[in-house]
């Protein structure tokens, strides 16, 4: 499984691969992330923020191969598609999904699909 590197997404200069649209969660995951994440991390969605840096840079996190190039040919122009990545915090499974249109991109769990 890919580990997010924070520092480098935070020095990351490069612009972003696709727009994120409206941003939403699931209300699963926000109540998790109120349980189990520390203070500094829930509030002001930080843990949303870094998910969503990294998801907009390319870092799909741990998601098959196959769906790793249906990701990559989604950013090209004319083949659109959904972009999708998986992250693991602790031991939950957040997934992270921009609509074909870039329209919204929404945080939930697999099991809120």
Not at 22 to 33: C, E, G, I, P, Q
Not at 59 to 64: A, S, T, V
Request: hydrophobic share 40%; glycine share 6%.
């Amino acid at each position: 499984m890919e580990q997010l590197d924070l520092a480098a997404l935070a020095a990351c200069d490069t612009p972003s691969l696709f727009d994120l649209g409206r941003v939403s969660m699931t209300a699963t995951v926000d109540y998790w992330a109120k349980e189990h994440l520390p203070a500094q991390l829930y509030d002001n969605s930080l843990y949303a923020q870094i998910l969503l840096e990294a998801h907009r840079h390319g870092i799909w996190g741990d998601i098959p191969p196959e769906d790793a190039k249906l990701n990559q040919l989604a950013l090209k122009p004319g083949e659109e598609g959904r972009i999708m990545s998986s992250y693991k915090i602790g031991d939950q499974k957040i997934w992270v999904i921009t609509e074909w249109d870039r329209s919204l991109t929404t945080l939930l769990f697999p099991e809120d699909y």
